[in-house]
């Protein structure tokens, strides 16, 4: 099975930006979707982005869209994240899924990603 690694994360004030990148390695690509999702304290999961390399399809939450952008390079996938919002602080965790659905279902449901980074702190506040 792969693997997935994060990095990225750290503190940054509202407006600002940070980049999550997320190795992935021991993955057959073509048959994969990548996701980022979010644990906010207190809440679940949440699905933030997703691509897969089948039709380059993509994914944004409605809280995120026009501000995140996710893009994949090799093996490397990143989450671009402007004018960050308090809101979005949480721990981003990425994660492979088959794609079982398109990815517009797929990566909503954090149940059907078996693989897991061990995840990165994202935190924005004044």
């Known amino acids: 099975q792969g693997q997935l690694v994060e990095s990225g994360g750290g503190s940054v004030q509202p407006g600002g930006s940070l980049t999550l990148s997320c190795a992935t390695s021991?993955?057959?690509?073509?048959?994969?979707?990548i996701a980022w999702f979010r644990q906010a304290p207190g809440k679940e999961h949440e699905g933030v982005s997703c691509?897969?390399?089948?039709?380059?399809a993509t994914f944004y939450a409605d809280s995120v869209k026009g501000r995140f952008t996710i893009s994949r390079i090799n093996n490397t996938v990143t989450l671009q994240m402007n004018t960050l919002k308090p809101e979005d602080t949480a721990v981003y965790y990425c994660?492979?899924?088959?794609?079982?659905?398109?990815?517009?279902?797929?990566?909503?449901?954090?149940?059907?990603?078996?693989?897991w980074g061990q995840g990165t702190q994202v935190t924005v506040s004044s």
């Open positions: 994660a492979a899924g088959a794609l079982i659905s398109p990815v517009y279902v797929l990566c909503t449901k954090p149940n059907l990603f078996g693989s």
């Open positions: 021991g993955f057959t690509w073509d048959y994969v979707a």
């Open positions: 691509i897969s390399r089948s039709d380059d």
